[in-house]
């Protein structure tokens, strides 16, 4: 099977075709400016193994008193502080460098590339670059991170090879989580320039390039700010509550659960009035641009230091349990305003397609709420292309890689019909510019015969090509060729993906693992290894999470009609499909991403040769619901203890190394990384680790074939693994008797912990020993149904399905 020809996406300016193989990646970086944004991406920057310089000003140079380094090592503690975590590990920590403008920007010389984040004023930045130009590499690439201020305005009095080497690359906060990167180039800027940069961040720091035009705030902000402006204009009118406004904006129509005014509290009211501000000044020839007028109600919180999350107070305030919103009458925080509508019957309407179809058709005030937004939004994205972008594509990819929407405004025309929508701009009289009218009836997207997408250009007044990157694919369109599978079930199927490797994709609800999965999974690798035109296989799916592990609601009914003994068939196969992908004759590999828990943390460690997203949080999480992990996985963190021992004949070797696995378990610790999941021994240092989560099906394919070619054969079985014994296990029972003591654990906890520790020493053994892995999976199978039968584990299951959420530390 073929995969689409290698493109990057967009068409607005230069754009690289070069593989990013060819391009030489950077391995050195320097950042100047330490503020949030500037902090955060010397993080990112270390998390991709660079070596990162950060500096930023002294104490003295703005009038304050202290140490040269005091600003610059305030802002990176403070970055280690931050939550939700910049960092991937505390050994990116340890690439950063600390220095001053004062004493060390001469050292920005040995810098691959140096990006300026300081203050957003025109002529400290252009002061910067003077500098830069002094001090830096004349290989080096300069860019700068500024979000509003004009690209080629920052480079003036600059040297014809310095804008050669010079462009502006937008990273959006927090760099680590969103996706969005716009590369804006100048006319000046070498193509070549674009194209490693691009290729860059793709690859090495997981991003999402948009190339973006030399226009205030780009195309992310100005569109999704406008939008967001929207919504609180509809606040200060009094016809919708903040309640309402939320339950409008959020995931009932494909935006990020936080919605509108949880979104503003996070991002800092501060932060959001400082763009729109500069937003206004920015754009005198918007007709839209009163919209980019600071609302009164911002304004106002804003000088009533209600900030936000940070300050614990913004558009929403916890007091107690309840969450509050801020009433503009009284200026107070008052309880929660009922929604006047039924979000429940428009979320029932199906998927994300249905559900906007069915608020366009609502007569209700949540239909008119949509209606109105949708169109205003609809009319200020065509009145801005192809101003800001080209390609509707990449307006869209801007909304939805920077602010984390579904779709964006020209997927949306699409979905609702492009004449209905045509029309009710016109009844509306929303304006809009003349190439609205040739849009075909069609869409803005579509597919050739061969698969590749296209995207409606009013520039040119047809479709152009807009190719995914030859390493994103996905399953989607595979799937559509009904020859290309080649096994399923109700809950799994196994696709061919071309190169003699198929993936063995499960579609269960939230991608649990239950009775059709495992059995499948079996199945399917059976098939892998008698056929003779097959490599090798991967486990993987396109699930917003790998897996959230065991299908708690298959145990609980068999536990409620009585029979929790034929659970243990069940908990044996899933045993043996566990290990069936650590001993398959041909190469598994495991593809996670996002929450991979529970049972699917179990088949990643299993895996010998696993593909990790970066953004993989995997742990194992059964003791939240009183269970011990009975997929293999205590049966793998025991081994792993002693292969990690120096001397694992030595037991006070195997001992830190059992405790730390022990507690793991124990908390039901998340790794919250990849590489996170290295340090907590899940899996191998030599697993691969993606950091863009849409190569990881191409990654996984090209390690089943390189597996292949090499001759593969599968690992040993652990057939003399050290355990401890009585001895080992009476350390683990007196830490939990002074846990239990001193009011850290409860009793029941204390239980728990006292079982999980039976089966890593080894059960009833008297001394240290070795045991075959089957021995410790018996012990494993044993502690789980008898946990299965205590009230206790019962109400801590019952409690997890009721409330419908993931277990996670």
Avoid at 319 to 341: A, L, N, Q
Avoid at 571 to 581: E, G, H, W
Wanted: glycine share 8%.
């Amino acid at each position: 099977m073929e995969t689409p020809t290698l493109q990057t996406h967009g068409s607005d300016a230069q754009t690289a075709e070069t593989p990013a193989w060819a391009l030489k990646p950077f391995r050195t970086a320097a950042v100047l400016g330490a503020g949030v944004m500037g902090s955060q991406i010397a993080a990112h920057l270390a998390n991709a193994g660079l070596d990162v310089l950060l500096l930023d000003v002294t104490p003295e140079s703005i009038g304050k008193e202290g140490g040269k380094n005091d600003l610059v090592e305030g802002a990176f503690k403070a970055a280690t502080k931050m939550k939700p975590d910049p960092f991937f590990s505390a050994d990116a920590q340890k690439r950063i460098t600390l220095g001053n403008f004062d004493d060390d920007f001469d050292k920005i010389g040995d810098a691959d590339w140096v990006i300026e984040v300081v203050v957003e004023r025109m002529d400290v930045k252009q002061q910067v670059m003077e500098r830069v130009e002094a001090a830096a590499s004349d290989t080096a690439v300069i860019s700068t991170n500024t979000s509003g201020l004009p690209i080629g305005e920052i480079a003036e009095g600059r040297s014809d090879d310095f804008k050669r080497r010079f462009l502006g690359t937008h990273f959006f906060n927090p760099p680590r989580y969103l996706k969005l990167f716009e590369v804006i180039p100048t006319p000046d800027t070498d193509p070549d320039v674009v194209a490693r940069v691009s290729a860059f961040a793709r690859v090495h720091l997981g991003k999402g390039i948009v190339v973006a035009k030399d226009t205030p705030n780009f195309i992310g902000n100005r569109i999704g700010t406008y939008a967001m402006l929207g919504a609180v204009e509809q606040f200060e009118s009094g016809d919708f509550s903040i309640e309402e406004i939320d339950a409008l904006t959020g995931t009932l129509i494909g935006h990020a659960k936080s919605a509108t005014f949880r979104t503003a509290d996070v991002v800092g009211l501060d932060t959001l009035r400082h763009v729109t501000a500069n937003l206004y000044e920015a754009i005198p020839d918007d007709e839209s641009r009163d919209r980019f007028q600071v609302p009164n109600v911002l304004q106002r919180l804003v000088d009533l230091k209600r900030l936000g999350a940070k300050s614990k107070a913004g558009f929403y305030k916890k007091e107690g349990k309840t969450i509050k919103s801020f009433d503009p009458e009284t200026g107070e925080y008052v309880d929660p305003k009922e929604v006047g509508f039924d979000v429940g019957a428009l979320k029932k309407a199906g998927d994300l397609p249905a559900r906007l179809r069915a608020l366009w058709a609502d007569d209700g005030r949540a239909g008119q709420f949509f209606r109105d937004t949708t169109l205003d939004l609809i009319g200020y994205t065509a009145r801005r292309t192809p101003e800001i972008s080209d390609s509707p594509a990449n307006v869209d990819r801007a909304l939805q890689w920077g602010f984390g929407w579904e779709m964006g405004p020209y997927e949306m025309w699409d979905v609702l019909g492009i004449n209905a929508v045509r029309d009710a701009l016109q009844e509306n009289n929303i304006a809009v510019p003349d190439w609205v009218a040739d849009v075909p009836a069609e869409g803005f997207y579509r597919e050739t015969e061969s698969g590749v997408p296209q995207v409606w250009t009013p520039g040119t007044g047809d479709y152009q090509s807009d190719p995914r990157p030859a390493d994103e694919w996905g399953l989607a369109y595979l799937k559509k060729d009904a020859a290309n599978t080649l096994w399923q079930n109700d809950d799994a199927a196994l696709i061919d993906v071309g190169d003699g490797v198929a993936v063995f994709e499960f579609r269960s609800k939230s991608n649990s693992l239950g009775q059709e999965v495992i059995a499948g999974l079996q199945e399917a690798i059976a098939k892998v290894e008698d056929d003779r035109d097959l490599r090798g296989m991967i486990i993987g799916n396109e699930g917003s999470n790998f897996s959230v592990g065991a299908n708690l609601g298959e145990v609980a009914m068999a536990v409620m009609m009585g029979q929790v003994s034929d659970l243990e068939p069940f908990i044996k196969a899933f045993q043996d499909a566990v290990f069936k992908i650590r001993y398959a004759t041909k190469p598994v590999v495991v593809a996670t991403h996002q929450r991979v828990l529970g049972g699917g943390c179990e088949m990643t460690m299993a895996c010998p040769n696993p593909v990790l997203a970066a953004e993989t949080y995997i742990g194992l999480v059964e003791l939240g619901v009183g269970l011990i992990p009975a997929g293999g996985g205590t049966t793998m963190l025991t081994a792993r203890a002693a292969e990690l021992a120096t001397d694992p004949d030595r037991p006070s070797e195997v001992q830190p190394f059992l405790r730390q696995h022990f507690e793991q378990i124990a908390m039901a610790k998340v790794a919250e990384s990849a590489q996170q999941a290295r340090d907590m021994h899940l899996v191998s240092e030599d697993a691969v680790i993606v950091m863009n989560d849409a190569r990881r099906f191409h990654v996984a394919k090209q390690e089943v074939v390189r597996l292949s070619e090499q001759g593969y054969r599968p690992p040993a079985v652990r057939s003399h693994i050290p355990v401890l014994g009585a001895p080992g296990r009476a350390q683990f029972e007196i830490a939990l008797y002074q846990f239990r003591e001193g009011g850290y654990v409860s009793e029941y906890d204390q239980h728990l912990g006292s079982r999980l520790a039976w089966v890593m020493t080894g059960g009833d053994l008297t001394g240290p020993a070795e045991v075959h892995e089957d021995y410790l999976l018996e012990l494993e199978r044993e502690v789980f149904l008898s946990l299965l039968g205590e009230e206790k584990t019962m109400a801590r299951i019952q409690s997890i399905l009721t409330t419908n959420k993931p277990l996670r530390n």
